[in-house]
């Protein structure tokens, strides 16, 4: 582990406080010039340097014809040039005294050839003028906190508590738009590309060091420095939660992968093992990848896997049921105390037995605060599953009828569903013990957003969120060892 976050290879890279930028114009459609903008927009508060052979300004911004004619060194360059000149401006930015150096143009090993070639040739001068570079072929890097984004994507959702590295780098900016339906964000999100001197090793020690970063996402098409990836995994997954997505392991992924960044897979067990060593949580999809993140990252740890589930809807706790079977969860009966204590409140066409079965409930407020405060307080329990469907409308119809208008009606129902997510909020940091929430509803609801903001993960499904709660269980597991 890093004793300074400072002293990680990756830190100007994220944290830069001036930047050179090659590839930028004065044309709106070309791939540089949209990374240039993404820069500024986002808020960058350092300097920005566009450099172009022909241009006086780039983007309202002045520009400079080399590197070396800059005003100061940056402590970081971007280059989206075509391929054969970025040895030459590799060359210029070691002259200059700049040490690192985001690659973004493609064409080097993943394509064999004089592509191999060139990569060599930015390896070498890399090495005369002890530089370190992200890439080729890669997309950059994201910092939120820092204002920073050099990708082609604007990032145009919040902050978050999710560090990702991949080796993918449009798979890290379509991530954008999916977090944010959530109400997610990456802490810092960095993509390798063919990782010809910054690799994923790197990233996970960055990652590890992170203040903002709770849980560390990976998208994996093959490991190069497989010693050092398992020594640092596992040093750092007690601490910190670890979840990958390895893409290489059949042989379509393998081809895939070679293609598309240079790298060699490896078969799907090899990885199953690797994962299991060092305590890295295995996601088998992009949407376990961030489901598992979300839930590691925003719930306390599960003790146990013993777990109940609480809905008001048969379907939805059958499922969810089953798929806590799947990954291993227990749904253990509910002891007579708590049995009596939720008599009250569960009507007789109810089932109080493991799923909690409501089906209807006098006070609907109750389902909110009173019924899952018995249920996380059973010390059989670690873990809570919860349907949420708030009936809106039904809310709506009863205000209605006493006579309110309809902007009281607004006002009043969002008040009442704003109440309610700060109690569930407040009893889920109470208790301890984790609360997932499932529904199929999404962020278009209110009380599914306001939930969400308030730190309780609410997946799309039973499935999701039974399986989450695996992931919780598993990385238990995996702490104890």
Not at 324 to 349: D, F, I, M, Q, W
Request: glycine share 10%; with cysteine.
């Amino acid at each position: 582990m890093l004793e300074s976050i400072e002293k990680s290879p990756l830190h100007p890279f994220l944290n830069p406080r001036s930047i050179a930028f090659y590839g930028a114009s004065n044309s709106f459609s070309a791939m540089g010039t949209t990374q240039f903008r993404n820069i500024y927009e986002l808020g960058f508060q350092g300097d920005l340097y566009p450099i172009h052979p022909k241009l006086d300004q780039v983007q309202g911004k002045k520009a400079y014809k080399s590197v070396l004619d800059l005003p100061q060194v940056p402590e970081l360059a971007v280059m989206v040039l075509p391929t054969r000149v970025v040895p030459e401006a590799m060359e210029e930015c070691g002259q200059k005294g700049i040490r690192n150096v985001i690659i973004v143009s493609g064409g080097f090993k993943e394509v064999g050839g004089k592509g191999a070639d060139l990569q060599a040739r930015i390896e070498a001068i890399a090495e005369k003028h002890r530089m370190r570079f992200l890439g080729p072929n890669c997309i950059g890097v994201v910092n939120p906190y820092h204002k920073l984004n050099t990708t082609f994507f604007p990032y145009d959702t919040c902050p978050g508590f999710i560090g990702m590295a991949s080796q993918s780098g449009s798979f890290v900016t379509q991530m954008f738009d999916y977090l944010a339906k959530f109400g997610l964000g990456f802490s810092s999100a960095i993509s390798v590309g063919n990782e010809a001197n910054i690799d994923i090793v790197d990233c996970l020690e960055y990652l590890a060091a992170c203040p903002h970063t709770k849980v560390i996402a990976l998208y994996i098409e093959a490991i190069r420095r497989g010693r050092e990836f398992l020594d640092k995994a596992r040093s750092i997954a007690p601490h910190k939660p670890i979840v990958a997505l390895y893409v290489g392991g059949s042989k379509a992924g393998r081809r895939a992968g070679f293609s598309h960044t240079g790298a060699m897979a490896g078969p799907d067990r090899l990885y199953d093992g690797v994962f299991r060593q060092s305590g890295i949580i295995r996601a088998r999809s992009i949407e376990e990848l961030f489901d598992f993140s979300w839930a590691l990252g925003a719930c306390p740890p599960l003790k146990g896997n013993r777990v109940v589930i609480q809905t008001h809807s048969g379907g939805p706790g059958a499922a969810a049921a089953d798929a806590c079977g799947r990954v291993g969860l227990e749904l253990p009966p509910l002891s007579p105390g708590a049995r009596e204590k939720l008599g009250p409140y569960v009507p007789h066409t109810g089932s109080i037995n493991n799923p909690v079965d409501l089906t209807f409930t006098k006070n609907p407020l109750d389902y909110f605060h009173t019924i899952p405060k018995v249920l996380l307080e059973e010390e059989e329990i670690d873990g809570l599953l919860v349907y949420f469907l708030v009936p809106t409308q039904t809310v709506r119809r009863v205000l209605q009828s006493m006579g309110m208008d309809e902007s009281q009606v607004k006002e009043q129902s969002r008040k009442i569903i704003e109440q309610q997510s700060v109690a569930v909020s407040a009893l889920a940091r109470k208790c301890g013990k984790p609360l997932i929430g499932f529904s199929l509803r999404t962020r278009d609801d209110f009380f599914i957003a306001r939930l969400q903001d308030k730190g309780i993960p609410v997946l799309g499904s039973p499935e999701r969120g039974a399986r989450a709660m695996g992931a919780l269980a598993q990385y238990a597991r995996c702490s104890a060892h």
